[in-house]
């Protein structure tokens, strides 16, 4: 985990050129405390309407939440559905200038009505789809091929999110493919439900779930001996280099063509909310982790953490960067969860503070902790939503207090500071005061 941890902190900005089906999400909530006299069915008093990004769109929100930055290449309609798309992906930060806009097109639009009991407890009641996929003309296929080619240069990884709504096709996908791996940039694909995955030949990495995978292999896959020969017979029909078999609450399976499969497990037991753009999720951070150079199995574990996250909450929820982070610190314990440099700090702070938290800062040397300390900083955390402690090094404590203390040394000290359930988190200061590091 502290592997991952510090591959996660190193992350730049990585580019990243996605192509798939774009879809708008709308979601329908109300109040559903009654049964209709007309038949037995709930009746939905609506209280609120949400749009959010979904199918491919909801991967590139996935992909901005991790800090990198992603260029859109899909079609949409040239309807009021695709200029809300259009217009929140342009506000997240995506590049849009390669979304094709056709007349004769309409958005795809999947409508979910979530009902409410007692204003709390959301359910999904049932999901109207505005979906009339057709085959795209050849002139509009060679101009996403085109689209791809441009950004080449300028991206460090393809991703291929297919819902089969015909955006990409048998034939143009793996000559969109074939031009990336060419120019040395990998592909990383989340294939459609289809049992023909020829579509995806050459890519780096292929993420079906199970269900896909038996799909695409005609494999039931029941034990560790059937996964291995539905991932096998999926690198075979694709000629990928990895297959990635997503195993819901099992984790993942990671096949290389070079290399042993493996099982790779989730951090901890997940409790699943909604399954919807968990895919999505895992595909936006293999993504942008095969971008940073990580290696397979990294990329596959924290996507495991990633789509874990994303399963718990309601709906397509992206999930920041830093809250991979938070989560792979809780896994691996207090020290390694709480004690941090100026600079982690910093950000972990700023995203709080970007949340509306309330920061409470204390500060000492926390030589000889006792009850009276423990109180204290229990009281100052009540102050706000997390508090900081900075305890000085031994250095700046022996120039406070005189050359035989501290009695125990910094490291020491911060662990167990960290181990204190008021105390979010603890740095270690060098200079004579905390000024500095109030500054900062």
Known sequence: MQRLIELLEGFGSARVALLGDFMLDEYVYGNAERLSPEAPVPVLSIVDRQKRAGGAAGVATAILALGAKVACITVVGADSAGDELVRMMSSAGAETSTIVRLNARSTIVKTR??????????????RVDHDVPAPLAKKVLASLRAAVRSLIDRCDVLAVEDYNKGVLTDTSLPQIIADARKAGIPVVADPARISDYRRYRGATVLTPNRTEAEL???INITDDESLHRAAGQILHTAAADAVVVTL??????LLKRDGEGSRIPHARPRSVYDITGAGDEVLAMLAVATAEGCQADEAVALANVAGGLEVEQFGVVPIARREVL???????????GKVME???LLAELKFRRARGEKIVFTNGCFDLLHVGHVRYLRQARQLGDCLVVAINSDDSTRRLKGPARPVIG????AEMLGALESVDYVTVFREDTPVPLLKL
């Open 326 to 336: 938070n989560e792979l610190r809780r896994t691996v314990g207090l020290r390694s």
């Open 248 to 253: 819901d609450r099992e984790g993942a399976y």
């Open 216 to 218: 695409a292999s005609g």
């Open 113 to 126: 009505f979530v009902g409410l009991a007692q204003h709390r407890h959301a359910q999904q009641m049932i």
């Open 410 to 413: 910094q490291d020491e000290r």
């Open 342 to 344: 100026r600079k982690p």
